[in-house]
């Protein structure tokens, strides 16, 4: 067992989701059980809540209060979109040695595993005795070395629910309707979009992924198949999507704003669905169509944190990856990254993997997820969803014969 005495510190970074708080409890509870921890304290905002040194003290905080926590959508300890570099890293590390800080647990995912691993990095260029544990978070599901990630499995919940739900909507009265879904580079989030299909013409109709580009003129025909075939089409697309040169959908139609991290903000305006819709419009008009009720909505932030919509075994999961946190980097004296591993169908274990292995790279959908035309899902990506979303509500089509005058 780790000899090495101090204060723990846990915090969050990057985008909200339904259970990250679930992995904060996590490692709370899990702390308390070592006598080698002396405080536990948590950052608001993440990385620049350490810089600022706002800091809360987590130590004594009941039980019941942070069960309550557990069960709340998105931070509690606030976030951040910050990266640090060599510079910001050096502030940190005073905070560390201010407040004797000796282990790390930072709950999130990409670009916090990424975060992570400079702050592991300038640790050892300044001789600071620090356990470091990134905590797996995020909606998009594209950390490498993990079979699913803390956050999708509920957000996957959510965007099957409303698409079945505006499925509904688009059967009672027909037209053209696309839903942009977030995921910049990986395509599991829209690709749950399929999940709750239950009758052989329900939506959504077309699928669409960063995995593989889009094609305009290939999209096109691809709606106007589906319309000519239903008199309706629902669509799903990527925020991510992109054309054969790797330029995204959204980046052709307009230039678009950067985050904090140089990322194009490609979907909060809602631009790229009513981009596309125009395109469509433009095209059917062509043709000599010029009435087709279309329209776009953009999911947006209610898929990161949606109250009342949470997968069980999500909530399940990310608990046990903050207490796996606490275990490896306290309990082991390890640094790294809490990774799960599914085992049969369905069960899951744990693994530390090094934070190299897991920084600054993305997991992509399987092959065979994605269909041969490259704008649906395949059965397998089903089966891969099931035991991480669990069964939808019950909704049914109303089937009843037809009146015929002559047979009344």
């Known amino acids: 067992m780790s000899t090495l005495k101090g204060n723990l510190l846990v915090a969050q970074g990057g985008g909200p989701t339904a259970v990250i708080n679930q992995s904060l409890v996590g490692v709370i509870t899990e702390a308390r059980k070592y006598p080698q921890i002396t405080r536990i304290f948590g950052a608001k905002h993440g990385v620049q809540g350490i810089v600022d040194e706002k800091l809360l003290d987590l130590t004594e905080i009941s039980s019941y209060q942070l069960e309550a926590v557990a069960q709340t959508p998105s931070s509690a300890l606030l976030s951040t979109r910050k990266k640090p570099d060599a510079e910001f890293c050096k502030k940190i590390f005073n905070v560390f040695k201010k407040y004797n800080i000796r282990y790390f647990c930072y709950i999130g995912g990409n670009d916090s595993s990424e975060t992570c691993r400079i702050i592991g990095e300038s640790a050892k260029s300044e001789n600071y005795d620090l356990r470091l544990v990134h905590v797996p978070k995020t909606i998009d599901n594209d950390l490498v070395l993990n079979d699913h990630c803390p956050g999708f499995p509920s957000a996957a919940k959510y965007v099957a629910q409303a698409f079945a739900g505006i499925n509904l909507d688009n059967k009672a009265l027909p037209g053209i309707h696309i839903v942009v879904v977030m995921g910049r580079h990986s395509g599991f989030l829209t690709a749950a979009s399929a999940y709750g299909k239950k009758y052989p013409d329900d939506g959504p109709h077309l699928v669409y992924l960063p995995e593989r580009p889009l094609k305009l003129d290939q999209f096109f025909n691809d709606v106007k198949e589906v319309y000519d075939r239903l008199g309706r089409c629902l669509i799903a697309v990527s925020e991510g999507v992109h054309d054969e040169s790797g330029t995204t959908i959204a980046e052709r139609f307009t230039k678009g704003e950067v985050d904090s991290f140089g990322h194009v903000q490609l979907s909060g305006t809602g631009a790229l669905g009513d981009d596309l819709v125009v395109y469509l419009k433009e095209r059917f008009k062509e043709l000599k169509i010029e009435k087709i ?78 269909n041969k035309m490259g704008n649906g899902v395949t059965g397998e990506y089903i089966n891969y969803l099931r035991p991480l979303i669990g069964p939808l509500p019950i909704y049914e089509q109303l089937i009843a014969p037809q009146v015929n005058i002559n047979n009344i």
């Not at 109250?307 to 399940?316: A, H, N, P, Y």
């Not at 606490?326 to 085992?343: E, F, H």
């Not at 190299?356 to 997991?363: G, L, M, R, V």
Request: proline share 3%; with cysteine; glycine share 6%.
């Open 293 to 370: 009720r279309a329209r776009a909505d953009t999911l947006g932030y209610p898929q990161r944190s949606f109250l009342g919509c949470i997968s069980e075994i999500d909530q399940k999961e990310a608990r046990e990856v903050g207490e796996k946190a606490v275990q490896y980097s306290v309990g082991q004296n390890l640094t790294g990254s809490v990774s799960i591993q599914r085992i049969a169908d369905y069960a899951v274990c744990y693994e530390l993997k090094p934070l190299e292995e897991i920084a600054n790279k993305t997991k992509y959908m399987n092959d065979d997820f994605i």
